[in-house]
């Protein structure tokens, strides 16, 4: 009798990755150390401040005490006047996800900035090419009329986009408008054409919600305290060597820096502004991430022993699937 053939062999499930997600101070860096230490995992920058070389104090990177605790990913690796587009970081950043895979390892994607994750983890649609004589227009009726009138002609070519895009991020709104006209379409329409999305990974995303108060104090102390470290120092010094090239130059936090460099507001209003645009932000991230599909979201923050409990528990469970 001839024997039966084996069963073929069940296909190895895809590996894990973890995309931790949340506003800014909500303890994303404490959580994604103690699940690297735990499962063994790398982590994978996804700040679009932190990537840029010399920009220390005002961009919350980990430490090096922090880095030395597990191997990091796409953090110092642009220089200050280096443009880096949300389609270069995840193409420089699926090549690192790749690299972490071979190794048996498991990946942590972690930072607050959504379109990067974006771009990441469901691709982005190939846009029209980039039209430097019409930027060129569009930075001059800027600095003719105002960043919030570039505002309102994408909120007139493009309503949502211009509801993702904050009047204040220049560069942002301008590629936005630039992509509305040469394209002939909303940007939006444009971001749902063929992407690329990310295979080869089983996605966990990690939501923290802290409650807004505790949030705002966390938030404020960090601004105020980057301050006392030698922000505005640190900003003189790159303005010095770089001027306005410099790319994170008008971040959150060098903004006001460079705002009370330049003798527009004492140091006192600098340290409240910052405040303030970081809390602002932190509701415009929250805004974004909640319509991140499948988030699991945990009230509370990424260094509380009790929410790192539960992180530990979920990630267990879905590894062994």
Not at 42 to 48: A, G, L, Q, R
Not at 49 to 73: D, M, N, Q, W
Not at 128 to 155: C, F, N, T, V, W
Not at 222 to 245: H, N, P, Q, V
Request: hydrophobic share 35%.
């Amino acid at each position: 009798m001839t024997p039966m053939p084996d069963p073929p062999a069940p296909e190895d499930p895809d590996p894990l990755l973890i995309a931790i997600v949340g506003p800014t101070a909500s303890g994303k860096t404490a959580l994604s150390l103690a699940l690297a230490e735990q499962f063994g995992g790398e982590i994978v920058n996804c700040d679009s401040v932190a990537i840029y070389r010399e920009f220390e104090v005002g961009t919350a990177k980990p430490s090096l005490e922090e880095r030395s605790r597990a191997p990091h990913h796409l953090i110092d690796i642009a220089g200050p006047t280096e443009l880096f587009t949300a389609g270069e970081y995840s193409r420089r950043a699926r090549q690192v996800l790749d690299e972490i895979k071979r190794r048996g390892r498991l990946p942590i994607i972690v930072g607050g900035t959504g379109l990067y994750l974006r771009a990441l983890l469901e691709g982005l649609a190939p846009g029209p090419e980039r039209s430097e004589e019409l930027r060129d227009r569009l930075r001059a009726r800027g600095e003719r009329r105002g960043a919030e009138h570039l505002h309102k002609i994408l909120r007139r070519l493009d309503r949502e986009a211009s509801q993702r895009i904050h009047p204040n991020d220049t560069p942002k709104v301008i590629r936005a408008v630039e992509v509305c006209l040469t394209a002939r379409q909303p940007l939006t329409e444009v971001w749902k054409q063929g992407r690329d999305p990310l295979t080869g990974f089983r996605i966990l995303r990690i939501g923290l919600d802290p409650e807004r108060n505790a949030l705002y104090t966390r938030i404020n102390l960090r601004a105020e305290r980057m301050f006392e470290a030698g922000l505005i120092e640190e900003t003189r010094a790159l303005y010095e060597k770089y001027g306005e090239a410099a790319r994170p130059i008008t971040s959150l936090g060098y903004k006001q820096a460079l705002q009370h460099i330049r003798g527009e507001i004492n140091r006192k209003l600098a340290v409240w502004a910052a405040q303030q645009g970081h809390r602002n932000y932190a509701k415009r991230q929250m805004t974004w991430f909640r319509r991140e599909p499948g988030v699991h979201w945990f009230k509370g923050f990424g260094d509380s022993e009790d929410i790192r409990a539960e992180v530990v528990q979920l990630v267990d469970s879905e590894s062994r699937k």
